[in-house]
């Protein structure tokens, strides 16, 4: 694997970073001096991130617990806080990994700096900072059925991070659903309940939905043999309706225990809200993030 890489993209904005399996997008707003100060501390912890996790990987593939485990990386202990709220089901911390990795840059970022706002974006699961006043809007990307909304952040919203999971995402999916898009304090927060969310949605047994052991598809993934979802055929209305059911009720139990402030959920064109946030329109949200 080769080492870190760190660019400016062609707007001379943003900065990438990658990584091995990491991949992101950073940008700040501000005096200049202090962006390009941020730039440095965010581009020096990204380096050191990935082997962090890489050596304590096996431990966090293993099961999440009411009670975290001591991680030595601070990206790790994220994952751990992150999981470990929702530990009467099967998750571990490679469930937040995304999320937990764009706080982590974040934080580098905004130490000691003065900025307005700032965000890391990590294929979707972003974390994001705003001085007191500021505001940031998250452009809906599409799913596939033609969303094209905004939501918008304000200083005064419960919220710092966004992320979505789904069957057809990057990673495995236990459920159906296309995507499920989360709110939530932080992007690891975000990016937990969106994987567990998204997993609720389903309709366990259905010949419609075709599925295999995810350990034949990523043999290290820390799901193991359990059957993961690779394609979804016809479903009919109260299908849908039933399977959407299972992962509102998901997500709303995630809301009245404070993890989440607000989600989308989307299946076969249809799509269900819980909770609001900030500007968030009647036609929800989904994805990346776009300044206003």
């Known amino acids: 694997m080769s080492g ?39 581009a020096a912890r990204f380096s050191t991130v990935l082997d962090e996790l ?14 975290p485990r001591h991680f030595a990386g601070a990206t790790a202990r994220r994952m751990e806080q992150a999981a470990c709220p929702h530990a009467g089901r099967f ?11 764009a706080d982590e840059v974040l934080a580098a970022l905004v130490t000691g700096r003065e900025l307005e706002r700032a965000y ?10 705003l001085a007191p ?24 919203d419960p919220v710092r991070g966004i992320a979505t999971s789904g069957w057809r995402g990057r990673s495995h999916s236990l ?50 043999a359990r059957p993961v979802t690779t394609g979804v055929g016809a479903l009919d209305a109260a299908e849908i309706d039933t399977a959407l ?15 989440i402030a607000a989600a989308a959920l989307f299946l076969c064109g249809a799509c269900r809200l819980c909770g609001s946030i900030g500007t968030m329109p009647a036609g929800a949200f989904q994805g990346d993030l776009l300044d206003a």
């Open 4 to 42: 870190p890489r760190i660019a400016w993209l062609p707007d001379g904005r943003r900065l990438h970073m990658q990584h091995g399996p990491i991949d992101l997008i950073v940008e700040a707003f501000g005096a200049p001096a202090e962006r390009a100060a941020g730039y440095r501390q965010a």
């Open 54 to 67: 890489a050596g304590e990987l096996g431990a966090l593939r293993a099961p999440s617990t009411n009670t």
């Open 91 to 101: 998750v571990t911390p490679m469930a937040a990994v995304a999320g937990a990795v």
């Open 120 to 129: 890391v974006n990590n294929g979707g699961d972003s974390a994001v900072f």
């Open 133 to 156: 006043g500021q505001m940031i809007r998250l452009a809906v990307a599409g799913t596939g059925h033609g969303f094209s909304d905004r939501v918008t952040i304000d200083a005064d």
């Open 175 to 224: 459920g159906i659903a296309d995507a499920v898009t989360v709110l939530a304090a932080n992007a690891a927060a975000a990016d937990v309940a969106a994987t567990l969310i998204a997993n609720a949605v389903d309709l366990p047994g259905h010949p419609a939905i075709a599925r295999a052991p995810a350990n034949t598809l990523s043999p290290d993934s820390d799901l193991g």
């Open 245 to 259: 059911a299972r992962g509102l009720a998901a997500a709303e139990t995630c809301r009245a225990r404070g993890l």
